[in-house]
């Protein structure tokens, strides 16, 4: 693996760095992102912030030509996303878009399904969302109970979602739902291109303890889809979720986002003269999950790089990242608590909300942990 990052990576991120300078408002922490990338004022300027990036092509560089990329490695995805989490995604959920939805349809989609999605993603048109989780269902997916039936021009959707962050003000969401008549089973599970402005589809906001305007349930009521709407096969979903969870795991760089807040507590504890003894010890403790993080996540890049097929090396980094994230957090909180209060710090407000529940969201740590066990070193359940 070369540690290195080549010129034209460098210019590369310095494209993106420019473009950052040049468009986030002077009070962007305090008044856009410090109640996360779901946040209505966030998301709005993300409509805007997101055409002019893919007005200089920083939207999916690392796509083919065809698809509105450029070929270039995915080293530069990577890039993109360590600046944008970094300043708070004012790209807001473009990025599930670019990270994992669009990847899925490249894959698995119609070439008609193709050419509608990949381009607007391209383009930086449209805001995804993701239908995955249920009351009832969470960890545990294949207990999933919305369903779809099959109608004559295509399928009727019935059931909820929750804790679908971004839905509120999205475009359209990758949506699950079983098959009516195919069995219970993970068999059955398929996948959905709905978009939120569809008859029958209802959202309703849930506030978190992390931060407002995040969450979401999503309710649907005889929602009538095309046969277009659904994503490879019938029965394919799970299928598809598996392939496309390595992207999903590991494509927000948040060991990044951690990385600059902990330069920046850093900075404020030495300023307050307190960076001494123990606090250090804490903040090197700190930096080394980050940096772990980072070095596991380009494993894993470096693999698909080399067309490595995915394996636990995604879940170990996904691991990491969470625990980057808890480790920063908890520094914070142990030596600037002040500084997450009102007025505060935007930055450290905007960091935490997502660090305390980056464990649970995009999959539980622990079941992190399992997938590593179970799946890759073959360790009996329950031991
Ligand atoms: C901020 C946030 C944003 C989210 N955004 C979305 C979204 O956009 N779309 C979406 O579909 N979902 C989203 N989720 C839901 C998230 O994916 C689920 O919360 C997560 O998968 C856990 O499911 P659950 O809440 O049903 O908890 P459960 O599945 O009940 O798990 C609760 C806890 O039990 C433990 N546990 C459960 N099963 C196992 C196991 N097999 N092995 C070991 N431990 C286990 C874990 O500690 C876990 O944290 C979001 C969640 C949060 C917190």
């Known amino acids: 693996m070369e540690f290195g990052w080549t010129e034209a990576q460098k210019a590369y991120r310095q494209q993106l760095v ?21 946040h209505p004022k966030l998301m709005d300027f993300a409509r805007g912030f997101n055409l002019k990036l893919a007005a200089e092509g920083l939207v999916v560089p690392h796509w083919p030509e065809r698809y509105g990329g450029r070929d270039a490695e995915p080293w530069e995805h990577i890039i993109t996303s360590e600046e944008m989490w970094s300043n708070g995604e004012p ?19 119609t070439e008609e399904q193709k050419r509608e999605h990949l381009l607007t993603l391209a383009r930086g048109e449209v805001l995804w ?115 496309i969870i390595h992207n999903e ?16 507590a ?20 700190a930096l080394a999950a980050c940096e772990s993080a980072r070095m596991l996540t380009y494993l894993v890049i470096d693999g698909r790089v080399k067309g490595r097929e995915p394996g636990a090396d995604t879940f170990i980094a996904r691991y990491a990242i969470v625990m980057a994230d808890h480790a ?26 997502c660090a305390i529940v980056s464990g649970v969201a995009a999959g539980a740590a622990e079941v992190q942990l399992n997938m590593i066990s179970g799946r890759y070193l073959g360790l009996p359940r329950g031991a």
């Open 266 to 285: 850093v900075m404020h504890v030495k300023q307050r003269g307190q960076f001494h003894g123990a606090v250090k010890g804490e903040a090197a403790r």
């Open 249 to 264: 795991r590991i494509g927000a760089a948040r060991y990044e986002y951690a990385r600059r807040a902990l330069d920046r």
């Open 328 to 353: 920063v957090a908890n520094f914070i909180t142990s030596h600037l608590p002040d500084l997450l209060v009102e007025p505060g710090d935007g930055m450290f407000r905007a960091f935490f909300g």
């Open 18 to 38: 420019d473009v950052l300078e040049r468009e986030l408002p002077e009070d962007w922490w305090e008044n856009y992102a410090f109640d996360g990338p779901c």
């Open 91 to 109: 790209r807001s959920s473009l990025y599930m878009g670019t990270n994992w939805a669009g990847p899925a349809i490249m894959v698995f989609g």
């Open 129 to 243: 969302c993701q239908g995955f989780s249920e009351p009832s269902a969470g960890t545990d997916l294949a207990a999933m109970s919305t369903r779809a039936t099959r109608t004559e021009t295509g399928y009727r959707l019935n059931g909820s979602k929750v804790w679908t962050s971004y839905a509120k003000h999205a475009d359209i969401c990758f949506m699950l739902a079983k098959i009516d008549d195919a069995g219970k089973s993970k068999g059955a599970v398929t996948c959905f291109l709905l978009p939120l402005d569809t008859p029958g589809v209802q959202v309703r906001s849930i506030t978190g303890i992390h931060m407002e305007d995040d969450l979401n349930e999503v309710f649907l009521t005889d929602v009538d889809l095309p046969e277009s709407a659904r994503l490879g096969g019938e029965g394919k979903g799970w299928e598809i979720v598996t392939a």
